[in-house]
């Protein structure tokens, strides 16, 4: 909202604070200032110039060669403007100083040979308007050398206040100045009533029901006859202008004003338009096509409360007027609306038809109900004045829902225990005063107030402390040095995931963050994905339902840009519906994920090794090793699964007792397609819950081994389809309890030894805790295992 | 032959083994046992004319003695040859190591993890909750009336009507709440979404830590305390702050923290808008409507809370001028931190 301060210092004094206090003290209580434009500091250095001489320009044709007087001296320089003439007072941008348009320094010049020290500035020029077609001619009165600020009355600060939308009150520059009366504890005037009315009583001219009693608490009107419309006074429409608004004409010019004087959004009607000279107003009981004064057709649904004259819909209420009695040049006579609504209605209408304005930016936040009479009988006094006409006699008033006052009890002990100090029972009172909350009774320790009804967010005792806190500034409340803390009692949820980020770091891993939302067909690849009602586009309107879904795009994004060799993860939830309605948290899941990927290079060319690519066995490897890190190697149960299906050419998958902890393996080609990735990728996606449940095993001390350990090898020819893993088995179980530990140490094939048969090489470990065994006893073990793996897989024992 | 005789000169051999400390000591060893007229090897002669009774006693001894001055034997070659001082004028020193890949957190968790840290130390126990929040949770049971302009202050996603995906991480304070009784001292980090248009400065998902405090005597210049305390153990010691008033629902009073902009060190630059200030928390006393939705006493119990975003804090402490490259994971990028 643009606040400017030279109209705030109609209703307040603000004499010897600076613009800067000014700016601070607004932030600090609560009314942030985003942004400012000072006019004195962005004309600073131009000056009222006065003409003396113009020549033609030697060597261009539409340039003149002027000789202007600054009020000291005179200074030759060059203009382009079609319109400059000796005499003129003009504005003048010399040497030094700064163009506003650009942010230019004025700098001395030499064009088309002539020397030019400065500027004769255009309106566009001083960014008063776009208006480009010639230069300024200013008032013959003003004497050269006045600062152009103060000959425009471009002195202005104009703020850019951010209001939160618990302050309505705050929405009008009577509103801020009250905030600036409390904290700079001066006086807050507030305009004074002072017109003549005529004799014609308004109730003859004009007539108003409420039907929707709720809705519409309160409906004022006045009415003024014969007047006419024209342009506003430059007076009106600077003030508007500085604000951001477009004057129109004298008529809206004032109920805009007005709104953002007071806060109190009006409507003026062309009384003639009106059938019956009359207003009702009430809920749309069906559909209806309308068109408002911005020349728009809107769709307004069955409900929507409406303005009505005898026998149609005149105005949208609180947001829009219709474009059917809208004030135009030829208007009259005019009934000026000054109404409360509820802002729920308000607001419900807003997001139904999509339309917002300044008045119904302010009806639903909430107005202030008793201003509305007020409102409308200033309208009319300013409308009279410069329109002319006669204001008729009395208001109308309509108030069937009363709104009552607030009455709240404050008790000190509690204001100093909630913001941790003392503030004085007089300061209480006098801030309260300032913000029009009256004292009904002083109980010594406790105060019970009535609060005004601009302030409809001030219900309970805790909002009557942070009025005091804001106004008396929180800067003063002390910043505590010593704090009691409660003992922790549990441990961070998030220890696990940190844990095992620490863990994926040092194994080479970086992690990503990828967003959630992602396009239907990759979300329904892995599962039934959830659907956002309104999403921002296509493209982010599911929610992925495994996070392999959306990593992909960030894996593809990484290879086209040269980054092909990647082991990322991630840990992050996903989301899958159970049921097509979502009402209760029973009908999706939303599980907390892990997922590794690689891909590309394992080891690129390097000096001492050839490179080597990211397979399988990798991300096997890989998996295992961080299971073991995280103390879950050995408790979780592989499987295998060759077959292709819609995610994996080949996969494994782990699981503990009957709940699948996660898979892994070859995304298959199709995948790859839909994100354009053209090399192969290996990926593990895990349930963290899971992991959460399975309380890791405890790590306990074994006693170190005292022993010696007795190697023994072999190597076996197997048929090819014999699997390690039945072998290893095999081993371990048929092997004698001795042998402790089995590792496959070669794996060869060739033709050499035949197309269907493969070798596999064993490195066997055998030790007992109890006793140094004998290579005897080892001997005889590893000879029965050899017949016995020789028998089992018909296989035939190599070397030796 | 005696048993004691073979044990003898295994110990003698191993002993001058160790002693030597040249290649030509060591050679020297070597051919005084293991040479063509070693005395090990002299052994093995005798060994021929030892009875057939004491064979297998002497042949098992002998086989021992032999291995294992061999073994010791190439051991101490091997160690003298790698302290050969000439051999080093072989080596290029100089070649790159051998790369050891070591793998990055996201600097959105390292820094997450660094707040984490701080309040933990400050007495403040870790809660998740989920994403995919339920309206009560996200807004009704934290004073947000429906059809209130409060709910613009976040433009949410729907999945339904009941359900949306969580627009702060307050809601996991009303989940603790109403769990758990008096004192609670919390904070919760994790993921929320707005549905804001996305540009540099906003994306439609990003991440928040809130923190909650709640106990008989918990007050404003408290609240004040810890925050500061926070700010300076992140930011750096004797830092400039302050607190000023705003709205949020489930607060009053209200407040924002700002402390002086550490690009431009106060005096205004482009990122301050040049207000010299920085905006890096909200904050507040709970509202006693909140305490009301958890059948908290609200005369008995004060409390404050907080929240702050994770990918601002970010941006600013490292210089990132887009939000969206957090969530690129452009590995050029991923692997800078």
């Not at chain 2, 994306?203 to 305390?229: N, P, R, W």
């Not at chain 2, 040049?274 to 005369?299: A, K, Q, T």
Request: aromatic share 10%; with cysteine; charged share 25%.
């Amino acid at each position: 909202m643009k606040i400017s301060l030279n109209w705030i210092k109609e209703y307040v004094n603000l004499d010897g604070i600076s613009a800067e206090e000014i700016i601070n003290k607004l932030t600090m209580c609560g009314l942030e200032v985003e942004d400012y434009n000072d006019q004195n500091k962005k004309y600073s250095g131009i000056i009222v110039g006065l003409v003396k001489e113009v020549q033609k320009h030697p060597d261009a044709n539409k340039l003149t060669v002027c000789t202007v007087y600054d009020g000291n001296t005179d200074l030759q320089l060059v203009c382009g403007a079609p319109n400059v003439a000796q005499g003129q007072n003009i504005v003048l941008a010399p040497v030094g100083s700064i163009i506003p348009k650009g942010n230019m320094e004025m700098k001395k010049a030499k064009i088309r040979g002539v020397e030019s020290f400065g500027m004769i500035c255009a309106e566009d020029e001083l960014e008063l308007s776009d208006d480009h077609t010639g230069i300024m001619v200013l008032d013959n009165e003003l004497s050269a050398g006045t600062p152009i600020s103060e000959a425009l009355k471009l002195n202005d600060v104009i703020l850019e206040i951010a209001i939160t939308p618990n302050r309505p009150d705050a929405l009008s520059h009577i509103g801020v100045a009250r905030d600036l009366s409390a904290i700079f504890n001066r006086e807050l005037r507030i305009p004074k009533l002072d017109f003549q009315e005529s004799q014609q009583d308004i109730k003859q001219l004009a007539s108003v029901e409420i039907e929707d009693k709720i809705n519409c608490p309160r409906y004022s009107a006045k009415v003024v006859t014969g007047l006419i419309i024209k342009e506003s006074p430059e007076w009106l429409q600077n003030k508007l202008k500085k604000i951001g608004l477009r004057p129109i004409n004298n008529v809206v010019d004032v109920t805009n004003l007005i709104l953002h004087e007071i806060g109190q959004p009006l409507h003026a009607f062309d009384l003639d338009q009106l059938a019956d000279k009359k207003i009702v107003v009430k809920s749309l009981t069906k559909e209806l096509k309308f068109a408002t004064l911005d020349s728009k057709q809107r769709a307004l649904p069955q409900g929507t409360m409406m303005i009505c004259d005898g026998n149609r819909e005149v105005a949208i209420a609180g947001v829009m007027g219709g474009e059917n009695s809208e004030v135009t040049e030829s208007t009259k006579n005019i009934l000026i609306e000054s109404a409360y609504f509820n802002p729920t209605s308000i607001r419900k209408t807003l997001k139904k038809i999509q339309l917002s304005s300044d008045s119904s930016y302010r009806f639903e936040r909430g107005t202030d109900p008793s201003n509305t009479v007020y409102a409308a009988q200033r309208a009319a006094q300013l409308i009279a004045s410069i329109a002319g006409g006669e204001i008729a006699k009395g208001v109308i008033d309509e108030y069937p829902h009363k709104t009552k006052q607030k009455e709240i009890v404050l008790r000190l002990p509690r204001l100093k225990k909630l913001l941790g100090y003392e503030i004085l029972k007089a300061d209480v009172l006098r801030i309260f005063q300032k913000l029009g909350i009256n004292l009904l009774k002083d109980m010594g320790e406790a105060l019970e107030v009535i609060v005004p009804t601009s302030r409809p967010d001030i219900e309970r005792e805790a909002d009557l402390i942070e009025e005091v806190a804001r106004i008396d500034g929180y800067d003063k409340i002390p910043v505590i040095e010593k704090v009691s803390i409660t003992l922790h009692k549990r441990k961070d949820d998030f220890d696990l995931e940190d844990r095992i980020r620490e863990i994926l770091v040092g194994m080479g891993f970086n992690e990503m963050v990828n967003n959630p939302l992602i396009p239907k067909k990759n979300a329904e690849l892995t599962g039934s994905a959830i659907e956002i009602t309104n999403p921002q586009s296509q493209d982010m309107a599911y929610l992925r339902t495994s996070l392999l879904v959306s990593a992909l795009p960030a894996i593809s994004n990484n290879i086209k840009k040269g980054e092909k060799n990647l082991a990322v993860f991630e840990i992050g939830n996903s989301f899958n519906k159970l049921k097509d309605a979502l009402s209760s948290f029973s009908d999706f899941n939303e599980k907390k994920k892990i997922i590794l990927i690689i891909t590309g290079k394992k080891l690129p060319r390097k000096w001492y090794a050839a490179e080597a690519e990211y397979d399988f066995f990798d991300l096997k490897g890989l998996v295992t090793a961080f299971l073991s890190k995280i103390s879950l190697d050995n408790l979780l149960n592989d499987s295998y699964n060759s077959i292709q299906d819609k995610i994996y050419d080949y996969q494994f998958a782990l699981s503990f007792n009957d709940s699948e902890f996660g898979s892994g393996g070859k995304l298959n080609q199709n995948v790859l397609k839909m994100f354009d990735i053209t090399q192969p990728v290996y990926c593990f996606e895990g349930n963290l819950d899971i992991i959460q449940q399975i309380s890791s095993q405890k790590r306990t001390f074994k006693e170190l081994l005292k022993y010696p350990k007795i190697y023994r090898d072999f190597a076996f020819l197997f048929d090819k389809s014999i699997n390690y893993a039945s072998v290893k088995d095999f081993i371990l179980r048929e092997g004698g309890n001795i042998l402790k530990y089995v590792e496959l140490f070669d794996l060869f094939e060739s033709k050499d030894i035949g197309e269907d048969k493969k070798s596999m090489a064993f490195n066997l470990e055998y030790y007992d805790f109890e006793r140094t065994l004998t290579d005897e006893e080892v001997d005889t073990d590893f000879q029965m295992l050899i017949n016995k793996v020789t028998k089992n897989f018909n296989a035939i024992l190599r070397g030796k | 032959m005696q048993q004691s005789e073979v044990e003898g000169i295994k110990k003698d051999f191993l002993q001058e083994v160790e002693r030597a400390s040249s290649n030509l000591e060591l050679e020297q060893v070597r051919i005084k046992y293991l040479g063509r007229n070693g005395i090990v090897t002299k052994l093995f002669d005798e060994f021929k004319s030892v009875s057939p009774e004491e064979k297998p006693l002497f042949g098992k001894l002998l086989n021992s003695l032999r291995n294992e001055a061999t073994e010791n034997f190439n051991n101490k070659k091997k160690f003298l040859e790698s302290n050969k001082p000439s051999d080093l004028s072989d080596i290029d020193l100089t070649l790159p190591g051998k790369s050891f890949k070591l793998g990055t957190k996201h600097i959105l968790n390292q820094t997450l993890f660094e707040i984490k840290s701080i309040f933990k130390g400050l007495g403040f126990s870790v809660y998740d909750g989920p994403e995919l929040e339920s309206d009560y949770y996200n807004f009704e049971a934290l004073n947000f009336p429906h059809d209130h302009p409060a709910r613009d202050m976040q433009d949410t996603f729907f999945v339904s009507d009941k359900f949306l995906l969580r627009t702060h991480t307050t809601p996991v304070q009303i989940r603790i709440m109403e769990k758990e009784q008096p004192p609670i001292r919390a904070i919760m980090p994790g993921r929320v979404y707005r549905n804001e248009a996305i540009s540099s400065r906003s994306y439609c998902m990003f991440h928040q830590v809130d923190g909650i405090y709640v106990d008989t005597d918990v007050s404003f210049a408290e609240l004040k305390g810890t925050l500061v305390s926070f700010a300076e153990q992140f930011y750096g010691a004797g830092l400039k702050y302050r607190f000023r008033p705003s709205f949020f629902p489930f607060t009053e009073p209200s407040a924002e923290m700002d402390i002086t902009c550490f690009i431009c060190k106060g005096k205004g630059c482009r990122v301050c808008k040049h207000s010299g200030w920085l905006e890096i928390l909200g904050c507040g006393m709970v509202d006693p409507n909140v305490f009301r939705y958890v059948n908290y006493d609200s005369e008995k119990y004060t409390g404050y809370a907080f929240g702050m975003g994770i990918e601002r804090i970010a941006m600013l402490k490292y210089g990132i001028d887009d939000i969206r490259t957090f969530f690129e994971n452009d590995l050029r990028f991923l692997k800078q931190f």
